[in-house]
Antibody
Framework: EVQLVQSGAEVKKPGESLRISCKGS????????ISWVRQMPGKGLEWMGK????????NYSPSFQGHVTFSADKSISTAFLQWSSLKASDTAMYYC?????????????WGRGTLVTVSS | QSVLTQPPSVSGAPGQRVTISCTGS?????????VYWYQQLPGTAPKLLIY???NRPSGVPDRFSGSKSGTSASLAITGLQAEDEADYYC????????????FGGGTKLTVL
Protein backbone atom coordinates (compact mmCIF):
# COMPACT_ATOMS: atom_id res chain seq x y z
CA GLU A 1 0.00 0.00 0.00
CA VAL A 2 1.23 3.45 -0.93
CA GLN A 3 1.23 5.53 2.24
CA LEU A 4 2.92 8.08 4.46
CA VAL A 5 3.03 7.11 8.12
CA GLN A 6 3.64 9.91 10.60
CA SER A 7 4.92 9.68 14.16
CA GLY A 8 2.60 9.98 17.13
CA ALA A 9 1.28 12.98 19.02
CA GLU A 10 3.71 15.03 21.09
CA VAL A 11 3.28 17.20 24.17
CA LYS A 12 6.17 19.57 24.82
CA LYS A 13 7.05 22.60 26.90
CA PRO A 14 8.06 25.98 25.43
CA GLY A 15 11.76 26.08 24.64
CA GLU A 16 12.07 22.33 24.11
CA SER A 17 13.23 20.78 20.86
CA LEU A 18 11.28 18.31 18.77
CA ARG A 19 11.61 16.19 15.65
CA ILE A 20 8.63 14.46 14.06
CA SER A 21 8.81 11.93 11.26
CA CYS A 22 7.06 10.84 8.07
CA LYS A 23 7.86 7.42 6.58
CA GLY A 24 6.96 6.62 3.01
CA SER A 25 6.18 3.13 1.79
CA UNK A 26 4.80 1.44 -1.29
CA UNK A 27 6.62 3.75 -3.70
CA UNK A 28 10.16 4.93 -4.47
CA UNK A 29 10.61 7.52 -1.74
CA UNK A 30 13.37 9.44 -3.52
CA UNK A 31 11.26 10.01 -6.64
CA UNK A 32 8.88 12.50 -5.00
CA UNK A 33 9.37 15.70 -3.03
CA ILE A 34 7.79 15.87 0.43
CA SER A 35 5.92 18.91 1.69
CA TRP A 36 4.92 19.83 5.24
CA VAL A 37 1.61 21.54 5.97
CA ARG A 38 0.51 23.14 9.23
CA GLN A 39 -3.06 23.32 10.47
CA MET A 40 -3.54 25.30 13.65
CA PRO A 41 -6.56 24.44 15.82
CA GLY A 42 -9.76 25.31 13.97
CA LYS A 43 -7.84 26.99 11.14
CA GLY A 44 -6.91 26.34 7.52
CA LEU A 45 -3.97 24.76 5.76
CA GLU A 46 -0.59 26.51 5.59
CA TRP A 47 2.25 25.34 3.35
CA MET A 48 5.54 25.22 5.25
CA GLY A 49 7.83 24.17 2.42
CA LYS A 50 9.18 21.16 0.59
CA UNK A 51 12.18 18.90 0.43
CA UNK A 52 13.70 16.56 -2.14
CA UNK A 53 14.48 13.33 -0.26
CA UNK A 54 17.03 12.29 -2.88
CA UNK A 55 19.48 15.04 -1.96
CA UNK A 56 17.80 16.84 0.98
CA UNK A 57 17.46 20.07 -1.02
CA UNK A 58 14.94 22.27 0.78
CA ASN A 59 12.63 25.14 -0.14
CA TYR A 60 10.93 26.87 2.78
CA SER A 61 7.88 29.10 2.70
CA PRO A 62 8.94 32.65 3.64
CA SER A 63 6.59 32.38 6.63
CA PHE A 64 8.47 29.40 8.07
CA GLN A 65 12.05 30.06 6.94
CA GLY A 66 14.32 30.04 9.98
CA HIS A 67 11.68 28.61 12.31
CA VAL A 68 11.78 24.94 11.31
CA THR A 69 14.20 22.54 9.64
CA PHE A 70 13.43 19.79 7.14
CA SER A 71 15.64 16.75 6.77
CA ALA A 72 15.48 13.22 5.45
CA ASP A 73 17.12 9.84 5.73
CA LYS A 74 16.58 8.17 2.39
CA SER A 75 18.00 4.86 3.68
CA ILE A 76 14.85 4.49 5.79
CA SER A 77 12.51 6.43 3.47
CA THR A 78 11.77 8.96 6.19
CA ALA A 79 11.40 12.73 6.23
CA PHE A 80 11.66 14.84 9.37
CA LEU A 81 10.38 18.19 10.60
CA GLN A 82 12.35 19.73 13.45
CA TRP A 83 12.14 22.61 15.89
CA SER A 84 15.05 23.73 18.07
CA SER A 85 12.96 25.81 20.48
CA LEU A 86 9.21 25.36 20.51
CA LYS A 87 6.70 28.10 21.23
CA ALA A 88 3.09 27.85 22.31
CA SER A 89 2.13 29.14 18.87
CA ASP A 90 3.62 25.98 17.33
CA THR A 91 0.65 24.03 18.70
CA ALA A 92 -0.95 22.53 15.61
CA MET A 93 -1.50 19.46 13.49
CA TYR A 94 1.36 18.88 11.08
CA TYR A 95 0.86 16.91 7.89
CA CYS A 96 3.46 15.55 5.54
CA UNK A 97 2.35 15.09 1.95
CA UNK A 98 3.85 13.85 -1.29
CA UNK A 99 4.15 16.20 -4.24
CA UNK A 100 2.74 14.45 -7.29
CA UNK A 101 1.95 15.23 -10.89
CA UNK A 102 4.26 15.87 -13.82
CA UNK A 103 5.77 18.91 -12.14
CA UNK A 104 5.29 18.02 -8.49
CA UNK A 105 2.52 20.59 -8.35
CA UNK A 106 0.00 19.06 -6.00
CA UNK A 107 -0.24 17.00 -2.84
CA UNK A 108 -1.46 13.59 -3.95
CA UNK A 109 -0.70 11.53 -0.85
CA TRP A 110 -1.06 12.70 2.73
CA GLY A 111 -0.03 11.35 6.11
CA ARG A 112 -2.62 11.25 8.91
CA GLY A 113 -0.91 14.09 10.72
CA THR A 114 1.06 14.57 13.93
CA LEU A 115 -0.54 16.68 16.65
CA VAL A 116 2.00 18.85 18.45
CA THR A 117 0.92 20.52 21.68
CA VAL A 118 3.22 23.06 23.30
CA SER A 119 2.19 24.11 26.77
CA SER A 120 3.83 25.01 30.04
CA GLN B 1 -5.35 36.57 5.56
CA SER B 2 -5.07 33.94 2.82
CA VAL B 3 -3.69 34.77 -0.60
CA LEU B 4 -6.62 32.91 -2.17
CA THR B 5 -10.08 33.92 -1.02
CA GLN B 6 -12.85 31.41 -0.43
CA PRO B 7 -16.27 31.89 1.18
CA PRO B 8 -16.14 30.67 4.79
CA SER B 9 -19.23 28.53 4.36
CA VAL B 10 -21.75 27.23 1.85
CA SER B 11 -24.72 24.95 2.30
CA GLY B 12 -27.18 22.94 0.28
CA ALA B 13 -29.83 20.28 0.58
CA PRO B 14 -29.25 16.69 -0.50
CA GLY B 15 -29.41 16.36 -4.27
CA GLN B 16 -28.73 20.04 -4.90
CA ARG B 17 -25.76 21.65 -6.63
CA VAL B 18 -23.33 23.94 -4.82
CA THR B 19 -20.30 25.85 -5.96
CA ILE B 20 -17.28 27.08 -4.02
CA SER B 21 -15.29 29.98 -5.41
CA CYS B 22 -11.58 30.63 -5.08
CA THR B 23 -10.49 34.15 -5.97
CA GLY B 24 -6.88 35.07 -6.55
CA SER B 25 -4.89 37.65 -8.48
CA UNK B 26 -2.47 38.13 -11.36
CA UNK B 27 0.40 36.74 -9.27
CA UNK B 28 -1.24 33.37 -8.63
CA UNK B 29 -4.29 31.97 -10.44
CA UNK B 30 -4.03 34.66 -13.11
CA UNK B 31 -0.27 34.18 -13.56
CA UNK B 32 -1.48 31.60 -14.70
CA UNK B 33 -0.81 28.87 -12.21
CA UNK B 34 -3.05 25.82 -12.10
CA VAL B 35 -5.57 25.31 -9.29
CA TYR B 36 -6.04 22.25 -7.13
CA TRP B 37 -8.80 21.33 -4.68
CA TYR B 38 -8.71 19.26 -1.49
CA GLN B 39 -11.47 17.81 0.67
CA GLN B 40 -10.96 17.48 4.41
CA LEU B 41 -13.58 15.35 6.14
CA PRO B 42 -14.01 16.00 9.88
CA GLY B 43 -11.05 14.71 11.90
CA THR B 44 -9.13 13.45 8.89
CA ALA B 45 -6.25 14.51 6.66
CA PRO B 46 -6.98 16.43 3.45
CA LYS B 47 -7.47 14.46 0.25
CA LEU B 48 -6.81 15.57 -3.33
CA LEU B 49 -10.09 16.19 -5.13
CA ILE B 50 -9.20 18.08 -8.33
CA TYR B 51 -5.85 18.60 -10.03
CA UNK B 52 -4.75 20.80 -12.94
CA UNK B 53 -7.94 22.91 -12.63
CA UNK B 54 -10.45 20.32 -13.74
CA ASN B 55 -9.12 16.78 -13.53
CA ARG B 56 -10.32 14.19 -11.04
CA PRO B 57 -7.98 11.58 -9.52
CA SER B 58 -9.07 7.99 -9.78
CA GLY B 59 -11.81 7.23 -7.28
CA VAL B 60 -13.24 10.76 -7.03
CA PRO B 61 -16.89 10.76 -8.12
CA ASP B 62 -17.81 12.74 -11.23
CA ARG B 63 -20.21 14.76 -9.06
CA PHE B 64 -17.14 16.88 -8.32
CA SER B 65 -15.86 19.21 -11.04
CA GLY B 66 -13.47 22.11 -11.23
CA SER B 67 -13.06 25.08 -13.51
CA LYS B 68 -10.84 28.12 -13.82
CA SER B 69 -11.22 31.47 -15.54
CA GLY B 70 -8.94 34.47 -15.28
CA THR B 71 -7.98 35.02 -11.65
CA SER B 72 -10.65 32.74 -10.19
CA ALA B 73 -11.54 29.08 -9.93
CA SER B 74 -14.59 27.14 -8.83
CA LEU B 75 -15.43 23.75 -7.43
CA ALA B 76 -18.90 22.43 -8.21
CA ILE B 77 -20.58 19.55 -6.42
CA THR B 78 -23.77 18.14 -7.93
CA GLY B 79 -26.17 15.64 -6.38
CA LEU B 80 -25.12 16.71 -2.91
CA GLN B 81 -24.82 13.89 -0.38
CA ALA B 82 -24.51 13.93 3.41
CA GLU B 83 -21.01 12.45 3.11
CA ASP B 84 -19.87 15.56 1.21
CA GLU B 85 -20.04 17.63 4.40
CA ALA B 86 -16.43 18.71 4.84
CA ASP B 87 -13.97 21.56 4.51
CA TYR B 88 -12.75 22.33 0.99
CA TYR B 89 -9.51 24.11 0.13
CA CYS B 90 -8.19 25.50 -3.12
CA UNK B 91 -4.44 25.62 -3.77
CA UNK B 92 -2.20 27.30 -6.29
CA UNK B 93 1.18 29.03 -6.44
CA UNK B 94 2.19 32.67 -6.11
CA UNK B 95 5.00 34.39 -7.97
CA UNK B 96 5.14 37.26 -5.45
CA UNK B 97 6.02 34.71 -2.75
CA UNK B 98 8.94 33.21 -4.66
CA UNK B 99 6.68 30.63 -6.26
CA UNK B 100 5.45 29.28 -2.93
CA UNK B 101 2.42 27.02 -2.72
CA UNK B 102 -0.60 28.89 -1.35
CA PHE B 103 -3.96 27.74 -0.02
CA GLY B 104 -7.34 29.36 0.23
CA GLY B 105 -8.77 29.87 3.70
CA GLY B 106 -11.12 26.94 3.31
CA THR B 107 -14.88 26.59 2.91
CA LYS B 108 -17.09 24.61 5.24
CA LEU B 109 -19.81 22.77 3.30
CA THR B 110 -22.92 21.95 5.30
CA VAL B 111 -25.45 19.50 3.90
CA LEU B 112 -28.81 20.56 5.28
Amino acid sequence: EVQLVQSGAEVKKPGESLRISCKGSGYRFTNYWISWVRQMPGKGLEWMGKMDPSDSYTNYSPSFQGHVTFSADKSISTAFLQWSSLKASDTAMYYCARLGGNYGSYLDLWGRGTLVTVSS
Amino acid sequence: QSVLTQPPSVSGAPGQRVTISCTGSSSNIGAPYDVYWYQQLPGTAPKLLIYDNSNRPSGVPDRFSGSKSGTSASLAITGLQAEDEADYYCQSYDSSLSGSMVFGGGTKLTVL
